[in-house]
Structures are given as structure tokens and as C-alpha cells.
């Protein structure tokens, strides 16, 4: 079977030029990316899903193509990205969200609740204080350390820091296609990307973890619709254990582990992801097919 393909496109959303990628017809799934995170990393979930489902890429605010914006806070990012829904004329889909762009799509499903049909957070921020020290330090330089780390972003000898990134991002790198590699490290050496990812890291830590205001751990019974939570169960910056406390959190819940995942588990082991994913998912249809 052939692979649909990938349509790179953009959007004013609230006056904001946005890329997003885009494949595929039917039900509507959204997925967002994390911090530093290219959207094109998605490309194989996007092909598995574009068989029964239109799916959108959103490149979130200042990484990667889509001019930067003023507030990336979780909340603001998700009227955001609902705003985005509204720019294609979407009313509500499937959301699915990886790291950051988990906290923002639960925000999303908490804040838009009639944007989203299904909700499905891939290891997410927002779910326990937790979080790998590298990201605290990171995200508590202080401001000239972090205004020079975005300035030689370019330089050849940091992308050192982009080898250790990768090595706490990913269990298996072996298995992760090339072009999404490449385009994993172009981002990397991008100023504006690593000065957004800066942020929001700035945002979302303090030196003892995830910040309390922020999370949503408390809010996720507030969710009604289905929601499917997956965490690969070697992530070095977010433990399994948040993925277990949340699952129990949730009042129309399930939780599914990846056992050869790290934090990006969707390329560490594709096949396992979809899985897990693509009952979920597709589910939808059957169930609106009835």
C-alpha cells in the first residue's frame, strides 16, 4: 500500500503565520508536538492514521516555522491551537498530544472541551512534579546564559548538546528514520527554536520540578471524554509513574505502557505505539459507523 503524502501548508491563526502538515481524509486527529520537537517527527503516525483519518500537524508557536507569539504557556497555546481548529473550519477531532504538546492538548480538553472528541497524551508535561534535572537547568539559566546558549545555537561544536538530548529523548535512535534525524538537528541549530524551547521551559520548571500552577494532575477528572494516556517505560525526563497516577486520575481513562519506549516512544518503537494508538482511534469511526 502506497504512503499518503505529507502536505506542508499554512494559516493565519489570530494573526500568527502557522505551518502545519497535513494527509489523509475523514475524522479529524490533531497532534502536537514537544518542546525542541520537529513536527515532522510525526511522519509515520501520520501515514498509519491518514488510512481512516484527515490528520494535522500544528507546528506550535516559534518552533520550527510558525512565527513565535508573546505567551507560551500551556493554556494560551491551547485557544491557540483551538483557534487553529476554527482557521480550517475543524469543529472538533481527535487531540493528540507528546510532552509539552500534552499539556497543551489537556488544557485543550479542559478549556475547549467541544474541540476535542478524544484525547490522548504520549508522555506528558503537566502530570506530576517530577522531571529530569538536565531540563530544570535548562529552563533556570539565567537570562544572559540563556539569550547566549540561543545565540551559538548555529555554532558547530553545540551540537554536542543536541547528541546528549537525544540520547535522554530516545532508547532505540537506531530505529528512527534519517530524514527525521536531519531535520531533528536543523531544528536544533535553529535560534528561534532554542530560544522558544528555552521558554517554555522557563514556564513550566523551578528548581524543584515541574511547576505546582501548571499541572493538571488534579483537573483531570474534569475530562469526559475517552482519553488514553501511553509513556514509554524507559522516558529519562518523565517517569512512568506520573502515566500510572494519571490514568488512575481519569474518569473514562486507560493507560498503555511502551515497554521498549523512551520519551519519544513513537520512534523509539513505532509499531508498539500504534498499537496501542490505533484502536483508540479508530474506535471513534467504528463507534460512529453504529
Known sequence: MSEEKLVERRVLVNGVSTLYYETGTGPVVLLLSG??????????????LALTHRVLVLVLPGLGGTSPVDDLRPGPLASFAAAFLDSLEVPAGIVVGHSYGGA???????????????????????????INPLLIALGNLPAPAANL?????????VGALGALAGNLLLRQPWR???????????????????????????????????????????RLKNIAVPTMIVWGLT?????????????????????????????????????DFMAALSPFVRDDIDRLRK
Open 235 to 271: 522516558d529519562m525526563l518523565l517517569p512512568v509513574s506520573q502515566g500510572v497516577r494519571a490514568a488512575r486520575r481519569l474518569r473514562n481513562g486507560r493507560l498503555e505502557v511502551i515497554r521498549n519506549g523512551g520519551h519519544v516512544c513513537f520512534l523509539d518503537s513505532h509499531e
Open 104 to 130: 497543551v492538548a489537556a488544557y485543550m480538553a479542559l478549556e475547549h472541551p467541544q474541540r476535542v472528541t478524544r484525547l490522548v497524551l504520549v508522555d506528558s508535561a503537566g502530570l506530576g512534579r517530577a
Open 149 to 157: 546558549l540561543a545565540t551559538t545555537a548555529t555554532l558547530p561544536g
Open 35 to 48: 518542546i525542541g520537537e520537529d513536527a515532522r517527527s510525526w511522519r509515520k503516525v501520520m501515514q498509519d
Open 176 to 218: 528512527v528514520p534519517l530524514q527525521v534525524l536531519i531535520a531533528q538537528v536543523r531544528l536544533s541549530r535553529t535560534r528561534v527554536s532554542v530560544r522558544t524551547s528555552i521558554e517554555m521551559l522557563r514556564l513550566g520548571t523551578e528548581l524543584t520540578g515541574q511547576k505546582r500552577k501548571y499541572l493538571v494532575l488534579g
